[in-house]
């Protein structure tokens, strides 16, 4: 994709000074479930697409959706077209050319693949390397011949890894600030734990906030517990508590002794779709390292026996940071992140009051904060908002300039970004 998008843009900036392109995305975002993820202009954009419609023509709900695309994934569609030539489809010949390209990388991968063997190559020779046979429609034979692969595929893979959007399964490890041995300053994080992505609203996504955050004094984020009620609140609430120096020293050790400090570790990819992505982040010994396991906790197919050693290490220590004592006071974030999500869509069972944006500045597109246009709010304008955060809720339409906005708002944890 991206081969595809450098002959038509001379890079990330192109791209979002392009009106055209923008409103594209735009009209994506707001039609789709998923709409186009963080990272685009990477320009991959794995989405869901509704394919039944309700007789009442009302929204279908979360369980219905993500059971049609289920069934029509692995059941009745052609997966065996992945490998087609979709070249015609192309703008001109050297966009087609890009297109070949890349089904030929693939193909290429798929044959790598297919001689490396792996950890499953004890099972008998139809597990071992039969691949699911489909037929010409897509469907299934019929159950009798039905062989079902253990192997790992490159079409699989490759669209795993757009699903990532942009991001690589695996373990980075960068230069850190810290000291010989943690970081200790109050806005330092020593350990920081993030799970995002999977099948979740665009509002959700958006919104999110990290499972935990360890900071160098001890301080310890984790979100407060929120009313069971629908619509919930516009902003997450968080809570901390303060570790002891000797318990943040215990869980740097103990990240130490599963081995998640001595550098890159693989923790595969199981073969599901839709699960969220694992992040964790340990600064130790002057060294970021940073781990990201797709759909952690489902171990087993698909995996070799050092992914599933390596998985379980991570599931113990996240599990250690998590087991840690809940928060005792309310957690106040010194910045928010408002995210745009388009033009607000009422929901006429649930009419909400609006609320008039307050500050002089709408929330306006950042250059760093790639398609969607998001704010960091800070400082005075931040006291400002605050109070009409209090007062709204998830669904709370938000005049802007005269025009009802869907907003998200997400606290600015330190480790985090805000805009992205």
Known sequence: MRTYLDRYYDGDAAVAADAAAQAWFGEFDRTFLKGVPYCVPCGTTPCSLPTTVRADGGPQSVGEVQSVLTFELLISSATNRLMNDLAYLALDAGAAQATRDFRAALQSFQEEMEREGGPLAGLSPVARGQRLRLTAAGNLPPPENVQVTVKRFAIPIALVAL??????????????????????????VVIQIVAGGGFVPVQSALAFVPSATVLGDGTLITPAPVPAIYPGPALAPLQQVTLTAGEVDDLVARAEALGLLKGRLEFGQPPVADAPTTEVTIVAQGVTHRHDAYALGIDGFGLSSREVANRKALSAFVDAVTALRPGESAWTPAAVAVHVLGPYAADPQLPQPAVVWPLAAPPAADPAAGLRPCVVVEGADLATLTPLLDRANGLTPW??????????????????????
């Open 163 to 188: 699903a990532s959007a942009c991001g690589d399964s695996g373990t980075t490890v960068n230069s850190g600030s810290g000291g010989a041995d943690r970081p200790t300053g109050a806005n330092e």
């Open 399 to 420: 005049v802007v300039d005269g025009v009802p906005m869907a907003l998200a708002f997400q606290p600015v944890v330190p480790g985090q970004p805000g805009c992205r």
